[in-house]
């Protein structure tokens, strides 16, 4: 990028963080989660990572934050990395659920195979498949986003991941569901630890953004991280985008196409990770989250960012 261009989007940036930074607290913060209540509901980071290795960001783009469900973009392209047949799709689907992220009903109407691997049945269903491939599935999955971002500032927010294990029986009945109807190869409590521990990694918007390159560069690191070869393949990589656009943002995802135009995942951290392929992946945080669990002023921006800098894909 051009010092031109990186001055023109600082300078945007800085004008969504003063457009879009929640005054006063917007929007709600989960129950099921008691550490997302300490956190500032003023907060508001956003960075933007270039295909060509550049950073740029504004905000509270340096505080770590909980990446929760952004997560599972990477749980998901560290599985397809060791799914050379790809035989996890046929234990989860790619449909958008059209549900609620944690929703039961569903996965009983439909035996035990989630619609997609971002609701909360298929992640954990994902989970469980690095468990049985790799050993590890938090150790991985954090590993991963070290490498990824060229930090070793990722981490599991040890005391949230624990308070969040102590009410997660929806995550336990969705696991269970899962196990009753053969989907899964490893216990039950095991399984839904891996998966809120890995939710529970704190990462800042600027080492997310980076992280996300990938998806935005045809499966390629960005140039500054030291990660062997090709991340995903490209061929991976395009469908990872396909299934973040389609499901990424839960039952908001329609919404969010039609606003943004490019593939996100949210969390309930507030966090969305949106890839502009070609181009680069940003990462916007708020904590204030809408009716469907994604940040409000963070869906904003994204909007905003995308039709100022004309990055849709549509
Ligand atoms: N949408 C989310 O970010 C949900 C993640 C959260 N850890 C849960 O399992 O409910």
């Known amino acids: 990028m051009s010092t031109a261009l990186a001055t023109g989007l600082r300078q945007t940036l800085d004008e969504l963080v003063r457009a879009h930074r929640p005054a006063a607290p917007v929007g709600r913060v989960p129950d099921s989660i008691p550490h997302l209540h300490s956190v500032d509901p003023t907060s508001f980071g956003i960075a933007v990572a270039t295909v060509d290795g550049e950073v740029t960001s504004a905000g509270d783009a340096d505080v770590p934050f909980s990446i929760q469900s952004i997560s599972k973009v990477f749980s998901l ?38 619609r997609n691997p971002f609701i909360n049945a298929g992640a954990l269903v994902v989970t469980d498949f690095l468990l049985e491939a790799r050993g590890d599935a938090c150790g991985e999955v954090l590993a991963f986003l070290r490498a990824l971002s060229g930090s070793t500032a990722p ?75 090709a991340v995903l393949s490209a061929e ?11 499901c990424g943002m839960y039952d908001a995802a329609g919404e969010f196409a039609y606003r943004v135009g490019l593939p996100g995942k949210s969390g309930v951290g507030g966090g969305i990770l949106a890839v502009a392929p070609g181009r680069g992946a940003v990462c916007v945080w708020s ?28």
């Open 77 to 114: 392209s560290l599985a397809l990395r060791h799914d050379p047949g790809q035989t996890l799709w046929q234990r989860v689907l790619r449909e958008p659920s059209g549900t609620a992220f944690n929703s039961l009903v569903q996965l009983e109407a439909e035996s035990g195979i989630p």
């Open 155 to 229: 981490a599991v927010d040890e005391a949230a991941s624990a308070a969040e294990l102590g009410s997660s029986s929806r995550n336990f009945a969705l696991a269970n569901f899962l196990a009753d109807f053969g989907n899964l190869r490893r216990p039950v409590p095991e399984v839904v630890e891996h998966y809120v521990r890995h939710c529970s990694i704190t990462m800042s918007c600027r080492d997310l953004a980076r992280a996300g390159v990938f998806l935005a560069d045809a499966g390629r690191g960005a140039p500054a991280v030291a990660t062997p070869s």
């Open 236 to 246: 991976d990589t395009r469908r990872v985008n396909s299934i973040m656009l389609t």
């Open 287 to 314: 904590p204030g989250l809408d009716a469907k669990g994604n940040s409000v002023a963070g869906s904003a921006a994204l909007a905003d960012l995308s039709s100022r800098i004309g990055w849709s894909i549509f």
